[in-house]
């Protein structure tokens, strides 16, 4: 097995989450630029696999108890520094600044080569399956702010 493989779901380290993507045709328009609106499926990797290296299974937080869980963007804020191109390799990184009450606020980044393209502010709200605020639970929490 090679050792030097990257982990399908990006790698966790105390500095937060990093996951690299390729850039491909689909991703671009006619200029060969990353396409703008292509930048939040990046992202939206970026944090579900972020979710996953923590062990938080999006899929399992329906049933968590009797209200479920789930997690919504709330807000979003994207700066647009540089743009990507067709086969770069970029590197998502996401890392929590808050987590507790009924939201969450990630900051994510996307850099390629250790240039930062995007920077975004995430609001995440934390609402029940019938679409209403709700309380992370403090021990889901903390899996974010360790």
Known sequence: MN?????LS??????GHKLSQRVYYEDTDFSGLVYHARYLHFLE??????LRCLGVEQSA???IDEEGLVFVVHRMEIDFKAPARMDDILEIRTVTTKAGGAKMV?????RRDGNLLIAAKVVIAVVNR???PRRLPEELAGRFLA
């Open 3 to 7: 050792s030097n493989r990257i982990s």
């Open 10 to 15: 990006g790698d966790l380290s105390e500095e």
């Open 45 to 50: 990797r970026g944090r579900t696999d972020y």
């Open 61 to 63: 937080l329906i049933g």
């Open 106 to 110: 990630l900051e994510q980044e996307i």
């Open 130 to 132: 019938n679409g209403r």
